[in-house]
């Protein structure tokens, strides 16, 4: 059951450990899900996303001797609040060097919230192809959903209160991996 947090100090609420064991249930949870993994692609939602998505690859690869593409998503461009966030500015980091038409697209986030985010990563998705499906991974799901998007893959889910803070560290960025709350 989800647990109530309120706006206080900051509280580690997954250690490196718990971070870990979360990436080997997804990697196991992927692979029986999807087979041979041979049609399957992650692609990671900017800035936290690319990470796991490359962390989780290289822990299929090492237990399941396949590779999977790997892209990176900058959705700055389909956000619905654009005009408040990029006045007459343009900015679009995506990397995606792969044909995902037909594909079983994975996408990667460190947190879901309103869904937002992933509405926006959907329609930048569907601008580059037709995926066969796509699912979604997040290491945490802190509610407070705007939209009717749910996670396929979750770490751990949360409660927090509207101004609530969540941190995902990775050590690729942060030198640890941890996930926090104010």
Do not use: C
Not at 41 to 50: A, D, E, L, M, S
Not at 148 to 160: D, Q, R, S, T
């Amino acid at each position: 059951m989800a647990k109530a947090l309120g706006k206080s100090k900051k509280t580690r609420i997954l250690t490196s450990a718990q971070v870990a064991a979360i990436f080997a249930r997804f990697a196991r949870d992927m692979a029986k899900a999807y087979g041979n993994l041979d049609q399957v692609v992650f692609i990671g939602i900017r800035t936290r996303g690319p990470y796991v998505a490359k962390r989780l690859a290289a822990l299929i690869k090492k237990r399941h001797k396949k590779d999977i593409p790997i892209g990176e998503m900058d959705i700055t461009l389909y956000r619905d609040d654009l005009n408040a966030l990029l006045p007459g500015g343009t900015i679009d980091h995506t990397r995606i060097p792969f044909d995902i038409a037909n594909k079983i697209v994975v996408l990667f986030d460190d947190v879901l919230h309103t869904g937002r985010t992933v509405r926006a990563a959907v329609d930048h998705l569907i601008d580059l192809g037709r995926p066969r499906m796509i699912h979604l991974a997040v290491m945490i799901d802190r509610g407070g959903r705007e939209l009717p998007i749910a996670a396929n893959y979750v770490g751990k889910k949360i409660a927090l209160k509207a101004g609530g803070n969540v941190e995902v560290r990775l050590k690729e960025v942060d030198r640890t991996d941890e996930v926090v709350v104010q």
